[in-house]
T-cell receptor
Framework: GIQVEQSPPDLILQEGANSTLRCNFS?????LQWFHQNPWGQLINLFY???GTKQNGRLSATTVATERYSLLYISSSQTTDSGVYFC??????????FGAGTTVTVRA | NAGVTQTPKFQVLKTGQSMTLQCAQD?????MYWYRQDPGMGLRLIYY???????DKGEVPNGYNVSRLNKREFSLRLESAAPSQTSVYFC???????????FGQGTRLTVV
């Protein structure tokens, strides 16, 4: 199956800093999502982005499908951005596979 | 419009007990999924239902059964709970293979 690797595994930021999270995948995909799991365990949809660039407020994402990676940008980070960020891609058929996540801690 | 609703939110079971986790969606989606999340790990697929009337195994199906009761509801059953099944369980839905998936709030299950 498709391997999904996220980096870095952990990220500590000072409030106001910018950061980039990376998701590499081992084969071409038609379906890629980014999620934020907040400290209470909720999975929040950030982007559905199989290709191209999208922006939502301080967050933006870019997927370069031909080069098999996606990037999530967090600008002017806030303490509410803390949590785990997951990317997920569709495997053959209907299965959605997740990376191991990047744990982000934003300090005030 | 509740989206994806899971019940219960928390459950403690004794080894060998059985229980059913419920998932209901009001998004009119065709596909439904059950995942488990263990500490420090991403989500792993247990079972899924591509459409009403079909179910298929995911990565970690052993010890679980599922029922797609109708288009709205997809249940996950543990027949004889084991401590290794202690986890957080998430239900998800989407319209088709290449569409956005939406998750419920999770069920935290502890087996003692």
């Amino acid at each position: 199956g498709i391997q999904v690797e996220q980096s870095p595994p952990d990220l500590i930021l000072q409030e106001g800093a910018n950061s980039t999270l990376r998701c590499n995948f081992s084969d071409s995909v038609n379906n890629l999502q980014w999620f934020h799991q907040n400290p209470w365990g909720q999975l929040i949809n950030l982007f559905y982005i199989p290709s191209g660039t999208k922006q939502n407020g301080r967050l933006s994402a870019t997927t370069v499908a031909t080069e098999r990676y996606s990037l999530l940008y967090i600008s002017s980070s806030q303490t509410t951005d803390s949590g785990v960020y997951f990317c997920a891609v569709r495997q053959v058929g209907y299965k959605l596979s997740f990376g191991a996540g990047t744990t982000v801690t934003v300090r005030a | 419009n509740a989206g994806v609703t899971q019940t219960p939110k928390f459950q403690v079971l004794k080894t060998g007990q059985s229980m059913t986790l419920q998932c209901a969606q009001d998004m009119n989606h065709n596909s439904m999924y059950w995942y488990r999340q263990d500490p420090g790990m991403g989500l792993r697929l247990i079972y899924y239902s591509a459409s009403e009337g079909t179910t298929d195994k995911g990565e970690v199906p052993n010890g679980y059964n599922v029922s797609r009761l109708n288009k709205r509801e997809f249940s996950l059953r543990l027949e004889s709970a084991a401590p290794s099944q202690t986890s957080v369980y998430f239900c998800a839905t989407r319209t088709g293979r290449d569409t956005e998936a939406f998750f419920g709030q999770g069920t935290r299950l502890t087996v003692v």
